[in-house]
């Protein structure tokens, strides 16, 4: 008896054991105290297993504030200045967290003012988003916790930061990521949100291990040659209170005019933002051009065609510029990858196009372009495969940016598409591709139709390289040079 009731002890032990390590303190995050900064950025999360997203078309308005002049006011996120709907979230190095344990719980401390109110966010693998229906409102700093098995949720669209159709209890045994949103623009003190701290209580658990790289890569560092004048932040466009900019770099030295190169950065069409292109912006106008590096309006904030507007407004304001800045008007290229790789195609091959061209900015000059290249970008949004792609895409990626499925706006797929605006006036066009990022997929097409009317293009594929691969070494250098002879050839030759 004595041995069955040690038995029954121990086994009661090993119980309580595993429900400890199964509610334990999976992550905590009380940001870097450092002094305030808008907008945030993944320096400013003070736990080092941690990373940091910010989204929707918002999210350059999430402020890491802190006041030194109130008393014990603590390091937090407050979304005041956020113009439109944001989300941030975050993730552990390598882990997941299941929360289905009945004791789960997120808590945080927070403070909201006017009608704004906290919601908890979660992932799931596939890059599924969802938001809950409860909330939290406290009015002063209080401590906040969510039950996990108490909550309901609905999908929520990462792309516009906004709750969508509710849905049943997802699976919340293999949570990638955690955050939070409002749901809301913030409009100063009184109408925004603000979170301290935030702590998840679950059981961790080993992500999927992922297929190593065939060549690892390294990011590359940004650094204005001596040779380049920088301007930053630079107005294109206003549309209303809403303000469009670019990065503008231009030799310091020779005579001019200058060709000049328009970069358009990826993302999905629906997140990215101009650092990406940086360097090569940077290096290209150490060869000789002025090169700009522009913002454009992402399909959470507008969908289709807006982006496309914004980019030949670019093109316009360049040219309206082009004394100021020495840069020749009548020879202008254009350079992305991926989604913007997908906005250079268009913008190349749509000059002429009437019902592309009578919105945006300076419409009193021309939006044509004399060169064009595109890096791993989609040149047909009409076929079956895109459309397959677009249906089994859980973010609705390509369904946002044209404002509704195939089905209902195949026409705005059709005009979206590089390749229905090809004709006698499409300047020469440069396709590039990663080894590893289906090489030989996406232009064929392009290039058939580009030859019935004799329009130069060429190919080329970056040795070892993944998705993206321009903004990283080994890769960087190839591309730079492949760019720069293309460029050379069609906008410095006379």
């Known amino acids: 008896m004595p041995r069955l009731i040690l038995l029954i002890v121990a086994t009661l032990t090993l119980f309580e054991a595993s429900s400890a390590a199964k509610d334990s303190l999976y992550f905590r995050e009380d940001w870097r105290e450092t002094p305030f900064v808008l907008p945030i950025t993944p320096e400013h999360v003070a736990n080092s297993k941690l990373k940091m997203e910010i989204h929707g078309p918002g999210k350059l308005g999430i402020k890491k504030s802190h006041h030194d002049q109130i008393e014990n006011d603590p390091y937090y996120i407050w979304s005041g200045q956020c113009p439109m709907p944001w989300a941030l979230s975050l993730r552990k190095t390598g882990k997941?967290?299941?929360?289905?344990?009945?004791?789960?719980?997120?808590?945080?401390?927070?403070?909201?003012?006017?009608?704004?109110?906290?919601?908890?966010?979660?992932?799931?693998?596939?890059?599924?988003?969802?938001?809950?229906?409860?909330?939290?409102?406290?009015?002063?700093?209080?401590?906040?916790?969510?039950?996990?098995?108490?909550?309901?949720?609905?999908?929520?669209?990462i792309i516009k930061a906004v709750a969508k159709e509710r849905v049943p209890t997802p699976s919340l045994a293999k949570i990638e990521q955690i955050g939070f949103t409002d749901q809301k623009p913030g409009k100063s003190s009184k109408f925004s949100s603000r979170l301290d701290w935030i702590e998840v209580?679950?059981?961790?658990?080993?992500?999927?291990?992922?297929?190593?790289?065939?060549?690892?890569?390294?990011?590359?560092?940004?650094?204005?040659?001596?040779?380049?004048?920088?301007?930053?932040?630079?107005?294109?466009?206003?549309?209303?209170?809403?303000?469009?900019?670019?990065?503008?770099?231009?030799?310091?030295?020779?005579?001019?005019?200058?060709?000049?190169?328009?970069?358009?950065?990826?993302?999905?069409?629906?997140?990215?933002?101009?650092?990406?292109?940086?360097?090569?912006?940077?290096?290209?106008?150490?060869?000789?051009?002025?090169?700009?590096?522009?913002?454009y309006r992402l399909s959470g904030e507008a969908s289709f065609p807006t982006a496309i507007h914004d980019c030949k407004s670019a093109v316009r304001w360049a040219r309206a510029n082009a004394q100021t800045f020495r840069i020749d008007p009548s020879k202008i290229g254009s350079v992305g990858g991926s989604a913007g790789g997908h906005l250079s195609g268009l913008l190349g091959t749509s000059g002429q196009s009437s019902k592309l061209n009578k919105d945006g900015s300076h419409l009193d000059f021309p939006s044509a372009l004399q060169a064009c290249a595109v890096m791993a970008g989609s040149m047909d949004l009409t076929t079956e495969r895109s459309r397959e792609s677009a249906s089994e895409d859980p973010r609705r990626r390509i369904n946002t940016f044209m404002g509704g499925t195939w089905r209902k706006a195949k026409p705005t797929f059709a005009l979206a598409s590089p390749i229905t605006h090809v004709s006698k006036n499409t300047p020469p066009m440069l396709f590039m591709d990663g080894e590893y990022d289906s090489p030989g997929e996406r232009y064929p097409e392009i290039i058939r139709k580009l030859d019935t009317f004799g329009i130069h293009h060429e190919s080329h594929v970056i040795e070892n390289a993944p998705h993206p691969f321009w903004s990283s070494h080994p890769f960087f250098d190839p591309s730079l040079e492949i760019l720069s002879e293309f460029f050379d050839k069609f906008l410095k030759s006379n």
């Open 201 to 295: 209580h679950g059981a961790e658990r080993e992500a999927p291990p992922k297929a190593p790289p065939a060549v690892k890569a390294a990011r590359v560092e940004t650094t204005t040659p001596e040779t380049v004048r920088e301007y930053k932040n630079l107005v294109y466009a206003k549309y209303d209170d809403r303000e469009l900019t670019l990065d503008l770099y231009q030799p310091k030295t020779g005579k001019g005019p200058f060709p000049a190169v328009v970069f358009i950065h990826g993302g999905g069409w629906y997140k990215g933002d101009p650092s990406s292109y940086t360097a090569l912006a940077q290096q290209l106008s150490d060869k000789g051009y002025v090169t700009l590096n522009i913002f």
């Open 96 to 157: 997941l967290v299941d929360l289905s344990s009945p004791d789960a719980n997120v808590r945080w401390r927070s403070r909201q003012s006017g009608d704004h109110a906290l919601h908890l966010l979660i992932k799931l693998p596939g890059e599924r988003w969802f938001i809950s229906e409860q909330s939290d409102s406290g009015q002063e700093w209080h401590d906040f916790e969510f039950r996990i098995q108490d909550l309901t949720w609905r999908h929520f669209s």
